[in-house]
């Protein structure tokens, strides 16, 4: 179902009696026109509606470049995927590794 909102000039909406009275003085043609329809004989077409014959399998064809992508993400992403287990698995190693040096930075002085 459809709804259609009929605004004045000034934005005002018009009564739908109104819209009716204005509407049956325009032709039938001139009114699926405007709406967007194509007129067919005594029917009115849709614009969504495709007047081509819907293709078959064996009519599809996809185009290389589209397959190529499929192909290039097929093979990068679980490459990426393993560079950056490695990446994690290196930080984690060099930030929680254990330090042969313990010894505190600071030196104590005397003043004697």
């Known amino acids: ?3 259609y909102t009929v605004t ?3 934005g005002r909406q018009e009564l739908a009696t109104e819209v009716i009275a204005a509407t049956n003085t325009v032709p039938i043609n001139q009114i ?3 709406l967007g329809y194509t007129i067919a004989g005594n029917f009115a077409q849709s ?3 495709s ?3 819907p293709v078959t399998s064996t009519e599809t064809s996809v185009p ?3 397959s190529k992508l499929w192909i290039i993400g097929a093979v990068l992403g679980p ?7 490695i990446g994690l698995f290196v930080y984690l190693y060099f930030k929680c590794r254990p330090r042969s040096d313990n010894h ?3 030196q104590v002085y005397s003043h004697n």
């Open 104 to 106: 505190s930075t600071i």
């Open 1 to 3: 179902m459809v709804n």
């Open 51 to 53: 007047t081509e014959p």
């Open 47 to 49: 614009p969504s509606v």
């Open 8 to 10: 004045d000039c000034n």
């Open 64 to 66: 290389s470049t589209n």
């Open 79 to 85: 490459i990426a995927f393993v560079l950056l287990l």
């Open 32 to 34: 699926y026109t405007l």
